[in-house]
């Protein structure tokens, strides 16, 4: 009897450090896979994957979700130019558009929002939908839908016969992004901008962008971000743009914050302006200095 009793705690032990040496060299996100089907939930910002720490780079949504029943909050803001330098505090004391946005994650793959920016008094919904990968995968492929309102008072128009249907405009986008490394995470968004009402009546209402960015992880608490957009004609008549859109930023991560710096040439932060109606100069003094707060729960 006190045989098997040995040979049975032997056999417990022996497995326990099988068990222990398999799992040495995976990832704190690889751990948690590994104790729960859906782990995310307790993870701090700052211990996730670099394609999954944030839901936007500059003004571009990337190819991350929200995990299931997590919600977040972002605060953004686009200040001046640094064309104002010391007198305006290089575009600190002038504020070109603000929004907030209030995110949440219906399930795993599944997130949407709606926000309010000051720029044309906007509110905007979207949804994104992760087709392919997951929080950890290296590829991920995800769909966004977004609906945007301009909602200034008629009057502001100058149009007659004035419809609220003008007000509206759309934005199509597959984000596909790969994480290259555990520092190097890049991604390309084709997208497609639809305005119910253009200026111009040879315009084409629906105006094709190309779209990418890079993020790069110093520590698991700070990276630094590149994006750019550009319209891409296709045969179609569209907005004659010199310039891409571009922004450069800076990430810092605690556990439930993150903070972004930015400085990017255009002065918004809705699909539809920042990617085809704002006309940006490639000047550093027409940058504009931005910053997000985003708080998840």
């Known amino acids: 009897m006190r045989f098997k009793t040995v040979l049975f705690v032997l056999t417990a032990l022996t497995l326990n450090v099988n068990a222990q040496l398999n799992t040495d060299s995976l990832s704190n996100s690889e751990h948690l896979l590994l104790l729960e089907p859906e782990p995310f939930y307790q993870l701090p910002l700052s211990d996730l994957e670099i394609q999954s720490k944030t839901l936007r780079i500059v003004n571009l949504q990337s190819s991350a979700v929200l995990p299931k029943g997590s919600f977040e909050v972002a605060i953004q803001h686009r200040f001046g130019a640094l064309e104002g330098g010391i007198d305006k505090l290089w575009g600190i004391d002038n504020l070109n558009s603000m929004r907030v946005g209030f995110d949440y994650g219906i399930t795993n793959h599944f997130t949407a929002g709606i926000g309010r920016s000051s720029l044309k008094k906007t509110f905007n919904g979207f949804v994104k939908y992760k087709l392919i990968g997951s929080q950890i995968s290296k590829f991920n492929l995800t769909y966004l839908a977004d609906m945007a309102i301009d909602g200034r008072s008629e009057s502001d128009w100058g149009l007659t016969p004035f419809y609220a249907t003008h007000r509206f405009m759309y934005t199509h986008s597959l984000l596909m992004s790969c994480k290259v490394s555990e520092k190097l995470f890049v991604g390309l968004n084709p997208t497609l901008v639809h305005f119910n009402y253009v200026q111009e009546t040879v315009m084409s209402n629906d105006i094709p962008v190309i779209a990418g960015y890079v993020r ?25 743009k010199e310039n891409p859109s571009v922004g450069i930023g800076v990430e810092y991560f605690t556990p439930n914050h993150a903070f972004q710096i930015s400085l990017s ?30 708080r998840r729960w």
């Open 216 to 240: 790069v992880g110093a520590t698991k608490h700070l990276n630094f971000t590149f994006e750019a957009s550009q319209i891409v004609g296709l045969g179609l008549t569209v907005p004659q």
């Open 265 to 294: 040439n255009t002065r918004s932060f809705n699909e539809p302006y920042f990617m085809v109606e704002d006309s940006p100069s490639n000047a550093i003094n027409q940058f504009c200095l931005g910053f997000n707060i985003v």
